[in-house]
């Protein structure tokens, strides 16, 4: 988009917007921090670098990229088997990685990653999160692993004693808070979030009751926190865990991100995502994280989608976030260190309880049959009891069942032509998983002024992760007025796309 094709209220419009993602990024840094095992301010690091860096580089201009919750349970196992200081180098390996794979245009291939894997990571790590967080409701450091919280719940509920009343009672006011405004807030007022509002509230109440609870400790400066890795650490990348184990935050940070910027194409009518660029920029920013000492980063769906709801239209809004952050640590830290742990911890479980989305599952057996939705439990489960890594693949493993009746042949055609009526495209052969960024290259490249037939007579097979790419193109495609044709779809696919 040229300056010249921008509306004229295109700046008030973005300040506007980056007021709105800075309200509802600040309490997410901090408490994404807080679940990852880590001080606070390493997690406003990460949002200001998101912001300002990340920002003028991104390929998807109103994504807004930060601490995720999807990473939170993977550096609090690094941190707690091998350190915080372990944390910067492998993140300075993870940028690298990262911006390997889009300097080789591998931006593509982390889409064709199955839909029932991603959001079974995510419900897994939402599980995390809730049981982890539900202790820092009782003003309580989380244990080593999601089982050994799980299992201490009970124990925690019944030895509750008077020291951690005032904590819960907190963190009860923040959920409620936060639950009740989303669902109840005025629609002039529909822009404020609800976790800032459930944060000031319970902050208030902990400050003008004087209640004896714990409170966030972040330094005068933020200077402080910067904790740029020892040539010691970067030395200690060369062995196999630890190279595994950025490995393993580069792949499932750019998953992440590249479904988060699908998401938000979805949203508005403005300039696509380039996805190599995406991971290109998203590289830069872990690599910088990780010379910092700070939390990953990803592009995170709930920032960018306040983002778009706001008004955004160009990638200023996203910088200007993360210049409203620096200036807030910077001039103002010790309001921050008014805010009660308890409070941060409860705005967590809201945000972990949301990574579940029974209603995903629902839409998968609904769907596309039984398959997909026991792949995204097998990795929820996996997730849970062992790793992150261990669930992911797993679920990468079970995908694979999809393909097996097809295994000798799973070449897709993609034939287009033009004529004075149209576009036409035309699939034969196996969509699958492996094929999909051929597809959806083929989806992007057709004409957004034209009427577009599809055939998709000559499918002999379709998995879920190619149907759910050819509804969601043929949903924004309807929803913008354009004329398109479909001929040929059969079973779970038809029924998909006449919704």
Not at 82 to 104: E, K
Not at 353 to 379: C, D, E, F, N, Q
């Amino acid at each position: 988009m040229t300056v010249s094709q921008l509306p004229s209220n295109w700046l008030a419009r973005d300040l506007t917007a980056s007021v709105v993602v800075f309200l509802v990024a600040m309490p997410l840094c901090m408490g994404i921090a807080i679940a990852s095992g880590v001080p606070p301010e390493k997690g406003l690091i990460t949002g200001i670098i998101g912001g300002i860096v990340v920002g003028l580089l991104a390929g998807s201009p109103l994504q807004v990229s930060g601490p995720a919750a999807g990473l939170a349970v993977i550096v609090f196992e690094i941190v707690q088997r091998h350190g915080l200081a372990a944390l910067g180098p492998i993140l300075v390996v993870a940028g690298l990685i990262q911006f390997l794979a889009g300097v080789m245009k591998l931006g593509g291939w982390f889409r064709a990653i199955s839909p029932a894997v991603v959001h079974g990571m995510l419900a897994g790590i939402g599980v995390l999160i809730v049981v982890g967080q539900f202790h820092v409701l009782f003003d309580a450091r989380p244990l080593a692993s999601g089982l050994e919280n799980l299992v201490a719940i009970p124990g925690r509920v019944l030895g509750l004693d008077g020291p951690a009343i005032p904590a819960l009672f907190i963190g009860l006011v923040a959920i409620g808070c936060t639950l009740l405004w989303d669902k109840l807030r005025p629609a002039a007022l529909r822009l404020l979030p609800g976790a800032l509002i459930g944060v000031v509230l319970a902050t208030l109440i902990a400050s003008f009751a004087g209640l004896n609870v714990a409170r966030v400790d972040v330094p005068e400066s933020i200077t402080a926190a910067i904790a740029p890795p020892t040539m010691a650490g970067l030395s200690a990348m060369l062995t196999p865990t630890l190279m595994v184990t950025a490995i393993a935050i580069a792949f499932i940070a750019s998953a992440e991100t590249l479904l988060s910027a699908a998401a938000v194409d979805r949203m508005h009518d403005g300039v696509r995502t380039d996805y190599n660029k995406e991971l290109r920029a998203q590289g830069v920013g872990n690599f910088l994280c990780g010379a910092a000492g700070a939390l990953p980063m990803t592009g995170v769906i709930v920032r960018s989608s306040a983002n778009v709801q706001a008004g955004a239209v160009t990638r200023m809004s996203a910088v200007l976030h993360g210049i409203w952050i620096l200036a807030l640590v910077a001039a103002l830290p010790w309001l921050l260190r008014q805010i009660p742990m308890a409070a941060l911890g409860g705005i967590l479980v809201v945000t972990g309880w949301k990574l579940v989305s029974l209603r995903h599952v629902r839409h998968l057996l609904k769907s596309h049959g039984p398959l997909p939705a026991v792949i995204w439990a097998a990795t929820l489960v996996m997730v849970v009891a062992t790793d992150l890594l261990t669930g992911v693949l797993v679920g990468l493993a079970l995908s694979l069942v999809e393909i097996i009746p097809n295994m000798r042949r799973l070449k897709l055609d993609v034939d287009q032509t033009e004529d004075d009526h149209g576009h036409e495209l035309r699939l034969a052969g196996v969509a699958s998983f492996v094929s999909l960024p051929k597809l959806s290259s083929a989806l992007d490249a057709l004409p957004a002024d034209r009427r577009v037939s599809m055939n998709l007579s000559g499918l002999r097979s379709i998995d879920h992760s190619c149907a759910e790419l050819l509804a969601e193109w043929w949903q924004r495609r309807r929803s913008r007025g354009g004329e398109v044709e479909v001929h040929g779809a059969q079973g779970r696919l038809a029924t998909l796309l006449a919704h």
